[in-house]
């Protein structure tokens, strides 16, 4: 297993208003992380999803209600519905809009245990970890917690599964201090990540002075292990979809129950 420590300091500031493509850029293959953006051009995404690496930046969500019917500043959170783009997400882990960037990012508030500790956010490949097809590389993302003045440490674990004992242990680890952001519309830090490979799973946990706060997401940047043939071919015979039309009655349920 490996483990490090990484600070972002001011030098790696990345706001949350610099985007890296509007909604009308076309989809193209890239040398660099996060070779592609979910959302942007269907048609060719359905040519690269199977090889390519790529950055869920989530443009793909929509606020469930608008911020004039809310008559708040604040858009009502949207449940990340499993699977997304043949990952799982873990319950609690939402969508909710930022106004500064114009666009949908992670949110996760740790739930407190009986027992006094917190549970980890988690994605993985869901009921494929055990096919070796689905092991993935976590590059890196951006984060930021909810916290006025002290800094965000957040934990990050990478996780691969053994056959031998059909379980997922534990290959990666990366502990990294992040300025404090009082809220998703404040800067999100680049934060990269090394030796997450081959992964079934990834873990995100955070302390803020040794408690649980809020924590927000975006652009993970993630590629497939291995883009053989054989792998790709085992990639393509499961469709890469999400669950919009579970958003899209979870909408007209919050209608209903304001009275639209």
């Given at each position: 297993?490996?483990?490090?420590?990484?600070?972002?300091?001011?030098?790696?500031?990345?706001?949350?208003?610099?985007?890296?493509?509007?909604?009308?850029t076309q989809l193209a293959a890239s040398s660099t992380v996060g070779g592609y953006v979910?959302?942007?051009?269907?048609?060719?995404?359905?040519?690269?999803?199977?090889?390519?690496?790529?950055?869920?930046?989530?443009?793909?969500?929509?606020?469930?209600?608008?911020?004039?019917?809310?008559?708040?500043?604040?858009?009502?959170?949207?449940?990340?519905?499993?699977?997304?783009?043949?990952?799982?997400?873990?319950?609690?882990?939402?969508?909710?809009?930022?106004?500064?960037?114009?666009?949908?990012?992670?949110?996760?508030?740790?739930?407190?245990?009986?027992?006094?500790?917190?549970?980890?956010?988690?994605f993985s490949t869901g009921p494929k970890q055990a096919t070796e097809c689905f092991?993935?590389?976590?590059?890196?993302?951006?984060?930021?917690?909810?916290?006025?003045?002290?800094?965000?440490?957040?934990?990050?674990?990478?996780?691969?599964?053994?056959?031998?004992?059909?379980?997922?242990?534990?290959?990666?680890?990366?502990?990294?201090?992040?300025?404090?952001?009082?809220?998703?519309?404040?800067?999100?830090?680049?934060?990269?990540?090394?030796?997450?490979?081959?992964?079934?799973?990834?873990?995100?946990?955070?302390?803020?002075?040794?408690?649980?706060?809020?924590?927000?997401?975006?652009?993970?940047?993630?590629?497939?292990?291995?883009?053989?043939?054989?792998?790709?071919?085992?990639?393509?015979?499961?469709?890469?979809?999400?669950?919009?039309?579970?958003?899209?009655?979870?909408?007209?349920?919050?209608?209903?129950?304001?009275?639209?």
């Amino acid at each position: 297993m490996t483990s490090s420590a990484t600070a972002i300091t001011g030098s790696m500031d990345y706001t949350m208003m610099a985007v890296q493509a509007d909604s009308t850029t076309q989809l193209a293959a890239s040398s660099t992380v996060g070779g592609y953006v979910f959302g942007d051009d269907p048609s060719k995404r359905a040519q690269l999803k199977n090889r390519s690496d790529v950055t869920f930046d989530f443009r793909d969500f929509r606020p469930l209600m608008p911020h004039f019917l809310l008559g708040t500043r604040s858009a009502h959170p949207v449940p990340l519905l499993s699977p997304y783009h043949r990952f799982w997400f873990s319950d609690g882990i939402e969508v909710v809009e930022s106004q500064s960037l114009g666009k949908m990012v992670l949110q996760y508030q740790q739930p407190a245990m009986a027992d006094g500790t917190s549970r980890s956010a988690n994605f993985s490949t869901g009921p494929k970890q055990a096919t070796e097809c689905f092991a993935f590389n976590l590059y890196g993302m951006r984060l930021g917690c909810s916290s006025a003045e002290s800094e965000c440490i957040f934990t990050l674990k990478g996780l691969r599964f053994d056959v031998g004992s059909s379980t997922n242990i534990e290959v990666a680890t990366q502990v990294v201090h992040v300025p404090a952001c009082s809220s998703s519309n404040h800067k999100l830090q680049h934060v990269p990540v090394t030796d997450f490979v081959s992964l079934s799973s990834v873990t995100i946990s955070l302390k803020v002075e040794g408690e649980d706060q809020m924590w927000w997401a975006d652009e993970i940047a993630l590629g497939w292990s291995d883009n053989s043939w054989e792998k790709t071919s085992c990639r393509a015979e499961v469709p890469d979809t999400i669950r919009s039309r579970d958003l899209m009655m979870a909408g007209k349920k919050w209608r209903r129950w304001i009275g639209m």
